[in-house]
């Protein structure tokens, strides 16, 4: 036990590199294909490992975030406006995306109908009742900018 060698007895790099050398002399008709495939899947490991290291590691360059710029002194019904119209430009958007979705459940065989009524009701009863609030919103915002108006005080 005195002296342990890193390869067992019979192994050495020479005679490993012999044997290696003697396969590869040899008429065979796989030894080629079955090269070129263990030397591929070795990159492809390689590679993926080399990729993942670079993934979200480096720094992000400067991002640029666009903001809309509002009037300071806006009033509360141009506020209230503005968000009846953002409101109505979201529903048209998911709309649209549910649209889309929903060509992909029919690509892939999934029955959506049954779920889609159910919630496009759902839907429109919960903008029906953001509009209705925020219709009442406006009407108070109006009649407080009206001149001799007096505000509204909260009550506790």
């Known amino acids: 036990m005195g002296d342990m060698a890193i390869f067992p007895r019979p192994v050495s790099p020479k005679s490993a590199l012999g044997d290696l050398w003697g396969y590869f002399r040899q008429p065979r008709q796989h030894?080629?294909?079955?090269?070129?495939?263990?030397?591929a899947f070795t990159w492809v490991i390689v590679w993926t490992f080399i990729t993942d290291a670079n993934t979200n590691t480096m720094p992000t360059?400067?991002?640029?975030i666009y903001v809309q710029s509002w009037d300071a002194n806006r009033s509360?019904?141009?506020i209230i406006l503005q968000q009846k119209m953002d409101l109505a430009r979201r529903d048209a958007i998911l709309q649209?995306?549910?649209v889309e979705?929903?060509?992909?459940?029919d690509a892939f065989?999934?029955?959506w109908r049954k779920d889609e009524a159910r919630n496009t009701a759902r839907r429109k009863e919960a903008v029906k009742q953001i509009n209705a609030m925020l219709d009442q919103r406006l009407v108070k915002a109006e009649a407080e900018s009206k001149p001799g108006a007096q505000p509204e005080v909260a009550k506790p």
């Not at 030894?31 to 030397?39: E, T």
């Not at 979705?101 to 459940?105: C, G, P, T, V, Y």
């Open 31 to 39: 030894k080629w294909p079955l090269l070129g495939v263990s030397m």
């Open 61 to 64: 360059r400067n991002k640029i």
């Open 76 to 78: 509360d019904a141009a």
């Open 96 to 98: 649209k995306n549910q």
């Open 101 to 105: 979705m929903q060509k992909i459940a």
């Open 109 to 111: 065989g999934i029955d």
